[in-house]
């Protein structure tokens, strides 16, 4: 832990960052006073925290955290605050890490980047159909567990995924690469303006694939394994 006193009555130098490197989640803490109000709104946006973008929160005990990326420590639900390190639930949007215990999905979510730490277990609730949206440009790493029962992912534009990761249903409008070991059990559909970049998914004995694209779809390089 690195702390210093509540510092929202000092002048911070204008057009100068404080760049927090090295740092991981429920690991490294950094803390400023002991509460929500140690910094300022201006102070907090002078934080970067490298890896997760520029500004920066304050829980509610003083810790500072990335402004806009979340991360899941205790087993819950997706809308429960107690699952949240800082007690704060993601807004669509932001960044979620799962990085300990066990988050169930229990409702549609959208997100920048979607990771599960090795240890770590993310569920989509059963019988839901609950849908994880990654915007466009964002990052699906799996190094955990990834359960997507009956739920499905949908990448809005372009898009990557990381790590091993058994799907059900994925939606894509956008240019995906399928690093490491993808597979997809239910329907891959590919929307107008979706394709895979560089690597293709295996497809599992029951998948379906629709290319739902409105025209022609052209398969270069790539094979298809069923």
Request: glycine share 14%.
């Amino acid at each position: 832990t690195l702390a210093f006193a509540a510092s929202n009555g000092a002048t911070w130098t204008a057009a100068t960052t404080l760049t927090v490197s090295d740092w991981v989640p429920g690991t490294t803490v950094l803390q400023f006073g002991s509460d929500a109000s140690a910094l300022t709104a201006g102070q907090l946006a002078q934080i970067t925290f490298t890896g997760y973008g520029t500004g920066a929160r304050l829980t509610s005990t003083g810790e500072v955290l990335p402004a806009d990326y979340y991360f899941a420590e205790s087993t819950g639900n997706a809308s429960a605050t107690a699952t949240w390190r800082g007690g704060s639930v993601p807004a669509d949007g932001d960044g979620i890490s799962v990085i300990s215990g066990t988050l169930t999905l229990n409702g549609d979510r959208t997100v920048s980047n979607f990771t599960v730490a090795s240890g770590a277990t993310v569920v989509s609730e059963s019988g839901q159909s609950r849908v994880l949206t990654i915007a466009s440009g964002g990052t699906l790493t799996n190094n955990g567990t990834f359960t997507p029962n009956d739920g499905k992912v949908v990448f809005a534009g372009t898009g990557t995924v990381l790590g091993t990761v058994a799907f059900n249903d994925v939606d894509l409008s956008g240019g995906v690469n399928f690093e490491g070991e993808t597979t997809i059990n239910g329907t891959f559909t590919v929307k107008p303006g979706g394709f895979i970049t560089i690597n293709a998914p295996t497809y599992g004995p029951s998948s379906t694939l629709d290319f739902a694209t409105g025209g022609d779809y052209e398969v270069n390089e790539f094979t298809l394994l069923w």
